[in-house]
């Protein structure tokens, strides 16, 4: 499996639904960010959250980080149809070596 | 604030041309990313600029492909000699700095015929 591998590959739940999201890694890391991606758009930044850090909240989302496991989640609580579109978390090295490593994402689709 | 932009937003080039992409950062950002989206994949890292700087270019096919950050303007993507298979959407990124987070623009669809 590659870098920044997420999991579901697609999602579909009922409109105030919670929604969890994972991804995993295979190397070091400085940072994971993940983002949103309306079909056919440009990539909306959602969270980042740095390799010392194991959890962040930003409204209603959270992200968690366990190293150890070389894993993150991403879960959308109260979920709503303009959360349908595509999740990809992306993980950074820092330093020279800081473009992004994207998995191919998740698919998530509210239904109202 | 304006956000990250590129242009153009559509570009369509025949075999053989050249395809020049230009991405305009953040303000005050002076980290500049390039990554290259095909039909149904995640984006795949390019090359990483700072002001008149390649920093990583590890992502960037060895042939065709250039780019630049000048003291003054826009980052440029220059694709040489284009092929059916660089069809793709690119987007660029900027960022504060290394490790902080990167912010997207609304990408250059390339279609090659």
């Known amino acids: 499996s590659q870098q920044g591998e997420e999991d579901p590959q697609a999602l579909s739940i009922q409109e105030g639904e919670n929604a969890t999201m994972n991804c995993s890694y295979k190397t070091s890391i400085n940072n994971l960010q993940w983002y949103r991606q309306n079909s056919g758009r440009g990539l909306v930044h959602l969270i980042l959250?740095?390799?010392?850090?194991r959890e962040k909240h930003s409204g209603r989302l959270r992200v968690t980080l366990d190293t150890s496991k070389k894993s993150s989640s991403l879960l959308i609580t109260a979920s709503r149809a303009a959360d349908t579109a595509s999740y990809f978390c992306a993980t950074g090295s820092g330093g020279g070596a800081d473009g992004l490593t994207f998995g191919k994402g998740t698919h998530l689709i509210i239904q109202p | 604030n304006a956000g990250v932009m590129q242009n153009p937003r559509h570009l369509v080039r025949r075999r053989g041309q050249e395809a020049r992409l230009r991405c305009s950062p953040m303000?005050?950002?002076?980290?500049v990313y390039w990554y290259r989206q095909l039909p149904e994949e995640g984006l795949k890292f390019m090359v990483y600029?700072?002001?008149?700087?390649?920093?990583?270019e590890s992502g960037m096919p060895k042939e065709r492909f250039s780019a630049e950050f000048p003291k003054e303007g826009p980052s440029i993507l220059r694709i040489q000699q284009v092929v059916r298979g660089d069809s793709a959407a690119y987007f660029c990124?900027?960022?504060?700095?290394?490790?902080?987070?990167?912010?997207f623009g609304p990408g250059t669809r390339l279609t090659v015929t």
């Open positions: 990124a900027s960022s504060h700095g290394t490790g902080w987070e990167q912010y």
């Open positions: 303000k005050g950002h002076s980290h």
């Open positions: 959250i740095r390799s010392n850090e």
């Open positions: 600029l700072q002001k008149e700087n390649i920093i990583d």
